[in-house]
């Protein structure tokens, strides 16, 4: 669980660091820039703990799977409550076939 909240943490600090700066259009490029740095540098702070306490209990690629999962989730809350984006049927349904991407990597075949 500890790896689950870590990465979900991770995600969060990285999703602004990548698209917070978009409701600052009028702020220079280089600010935004240094500022995601900034905010990047703790994204880095949870997520390599994340993937080192992970790691054993699932594979690189169940980690990278997880956290892509996790980054859906985040990204799609972030759009619809911080960017006022509609979360249209046809994004819904890509997820979802991500999310069934997913099942298929965690299957012990």
């Known amino acids: ?4 909240f870590l990465l979900t943490a991770s995600n969060i600090f990285m999703t602004f660091a990548w698209y917070g700066h978009l409701k600052f259009r009028d702020v220079d490029l280089w ?3 240094l500022a ?3 905010i990047a540098f703790f994204e880095y702070c949870l997520m390599v703990p994340a ?3 992970g790691f054993g209990k699932f594979s690189a690629v169940e980690l990278k799977t997880i956290q892509e999962v996790i980054t859906l989730i985040v990204f799609s809350v972030f759009s619809v409550v911080y960017l006022k984006e509609e979360l249209r049927w046809n994004y819904i349904v890509g997820f979802g076939l991500i999310v069934a991407a997913t099942f298929i990597i965690f299957k012990k075949w």
């Open 1 to 4: 669980m500890t790896t689950i």
């Open 31 to 33: 600010k935004v820039v």
């Open 36 to 38: 995601s740095w900034g």
């Open 51 to 53: 993937n080192r306490y």
